[in-house]
């Protein structure tokens, strides 16, 4: 799976951006796809992710105020940024994941996702 990403940029706080992410070939059968982000100085954190089932899963830092989506054919992978803060400053990686793995309520950890773009820069200033 191919993931590329795009629609990054820069918000005031309380602002919105929208991501957007392109998933294609898939040879590999059902995938999963989600977001990750890089914060300065810190380590990746998974942001979302959407199961095999449809479930949407949030890290708690973003929810109320980030929405994921996908359409039907998990071509097209969109984050949809509200409400946002400083602390989302971040590099923001669209990640595959297969086969999908059975989460329930977290997002797993990087080395679980085995496909990666190459990240889209959102700066939020106060």
């Known amino acids: 799976v191919h993931v590329v990403e795009s629609g990054g940029g820069s918000a005031q706080a309380g602002g919105s951006l929208r991501l957007s992410c392109a998933a294609s070939?898939?040879?590999?059968?059902?995938?999963?796809l989600g977001w990750f982000r890089q914060r300065p100085g810190k380590e990746r954190e998974g942001v979302a992710h959407?199961?095999?089932?449809?479930?949407?899963i949030y890290a708690d830092s973003v929810k109320g105020r980030f929405t994921v989506s996908e359409d039907s054919a998990k071509t097209t992978l969109i984050l949809q940024m509200d409400s946002l803060k400083p602390e989302d400053t971040a590099m923001y990686y669209c990640?595959?994941?297969?086969?999908?793995?059975?989460?329930?309520?977290?997002?797993?950890?990087?080395?679980?996702?085995?496909?990666w773009g190459r990240g889209t820069q959102v700066t939020v200033s106060s």
């Open positions: 990640v595959g994941q297969w086969p999908c793995l059975p989460y329930t309520d977290y997002v797993g950890p990087e080395d679980e996702y085995n496909f």
């Open positions: 070939g898939s040879t590999y059968g059902e995938y999963c």
């Open positions: 959407i199961t095999a089932n449809g479930k949407k």
